[in-house]
């Protein structure tokens, strides 16, 4: 049917029409433009959502043009492409189409998780959106963000870092990831493929924020809390709770930031570096020690003693911890990531950048023998400093500096807790 001379009131009526015929109703707004519509799921047919446990009895729809519904509750399908349904009879096989359709999302949004984390990205699935997404830090430039869906990988937007370099959303910037075979030739195509597509970037606009299912409980109990983490386990601000944990002889770290109503973001550390992160349903979280259980294929999960709180001045005391960051522990190398700001032959200018990519901290000046001394070269202009954690008590962490070959200083320097992880990061985590 071609809408060129066809007047939006009149294919919402056409829309109100067929729907009807199908047993749905609907409503038009004031102006008559546009049609909503609301519908119990038929008889035996049953929505649930595909990773977590969360049933939908009815569904609340606008229509586009006069053949076409895109779902507006559940909001976790929200962002799937138009669903037809003029050719249909029965609103039921209307259903069962996006049934289908959904499947089809989630299998091909875990494919591309699963390749990302194969490749080192840190991929998460978004259960709001049902998709697969990375947040990319490109050192000294800035983050981008990455999705993946049933339409494949693309990337969606860039936040520069950089007062010189415009940000922006994309449109049809596609990536095949088959074409790589490793993380560094990914993130290279990225960032050579990048000013191009900011010539022809979309203006930055406010990302969609997915709206809460009308049956997702707007508080929470503390009670369950309790039941599901422990009554020894961390909080700090923004409800970020943290666990630490015994698994066989491993020590690890949950943390679990509320994220609304009843959806957590969660990470596991390990020694080694982040082993996990995603989303969580509190509904379907039995206790930590049941779900680490599952993520790190151990039946020996055990909470560790409470941490000793020691006698320390109030200035230290009072020092904010980021509750997010994994602690540092002896033994383990941690590193600092620079971007060269100058270079006059005499003295390096440098300043830190963190794991995002985006410059923190005043800039630093330092001998340019003394610099390259203990700084390594990474890439054109970033250079790591790799340090060995020594000893790390309440008030202070000791470490010593390895130089570019892995010898260690023979000096051992000392830096509050807060002043060190504003500075360095894991070394699993910073590659």
Not at 78 to 95: E, G
Not at 206 to 227: F, I, M, Y
Not at 249 to 263: C, D, I, S, T
Request: some cysteine.
């Amino acid at each position: 049917m071609s809408q060129a001379k066809i007047t939006a009131e009149r294919l919402a009526q056409i829309a109100r029409r067929k729907l009807n015929s199908m047993g749905v109703d609907t409503r038009l707004s004031a102006d008559g433009k546009e049609l909503r519509g609301e519908v119990a799921l038929p008889a035996g047919l049953v929505l649930r959502h595909p990773m977590r446990e969360e049933t939908v009895e009815r569904v609340v729809f606008r229509v586009l043009g006069h053949d076409r519904l895109v779902l507006t509750e559940p909001a976790w399908m929200a962002s799937l492409d138009p669903q037809p349904f003029y050719d249909h009879k029965k609103f039921k096989t209307v259903v069962e189409q996006l049934m289908i359709r959904l499947k089809r999302r989630v299998e091909a949004a875990r494919q591309v998780h699963r390749r990302l984390v194969a490749l080192g990205f840190p991929s998460r699935l978004d259960e709001a959106l049902l998709h697969a997404e990375v947040l990319l830090g490109l050192p000294g430039q800035g983050r981008m963000l990455l999705i993946g869906d049933e339409h494949g990988l693309k990337v969606e937007a860039f936040k520069s870092a950089m007062p010189s370099t415009p940000s922006g959303h994309f449109e049809g910037w596609s990536v095949d990831l088959a074409a790589f075979e490793d993380k560094a030739d990914l993130e290279m195509a990225l960032i050579q493929e990048l000013p191009e597509r900011l010539a022809s970037r979309v203006p930055e606009k406010e990302a969609a924020k997915p709206v809460a299912s009308r049956n997702a409980p707007a508080l929470l109990v503390l009670g369950d809390l309790a039941q599901r983490f422990g009554v020894d386990c961390l909080v700090a601000s923004g409800l970020t709770l943290r666990k630490d944990l015994q698994v066989g002889n491993q020590a690890v770290r949950f943390l679990a930031k509320h994220r609304q109503a009843g959806q957590f973001d969660g990470r596991l550390d390990t020694a080694s570096g982040q082993a996990w992160n995603g989303s969580f349903e509190m509904a379907s979280f039995v206790s930590v020690e049941d779900f680490v259980a599952g993520l790190m294929g151990q039946a020996s999960v055990q909470a560790s003693p409470p941490p000793r709180v020691e006698s320390v001045p109030a200035s230290i005391a009072a020092e904010p911890l980021d509750m997010g960051q994994p602690m540092p522990v002896a033994g383990e190398i941690w590193v600092m990531t620079a971007l060269l700001e100058g270079d006059d032959g005499q003295e390096i200018r440098y300043v830190g950048v963190d794991l995002d990519g985006a410059p923190f901290g005043a800039p630093r000046i330092l001998p340019r023998e003394a610099f390259m001394q203990i700084f390594t070269l990474v890439s054109h202009g970033v250079y790591r400093l790799r340090v060995e954690v020594q000893e790390v008590t309440a008030s202070h962490v000791s470490y010593l500096q390895l130089d570019p070959e892995g010898e260690r200083s023979i000096e051992t320097r000392q830096s509050a807790p807060s002043a060190f992880l504003s500075s360095f990061v894991p070394e699993a985590a910073g590659f």
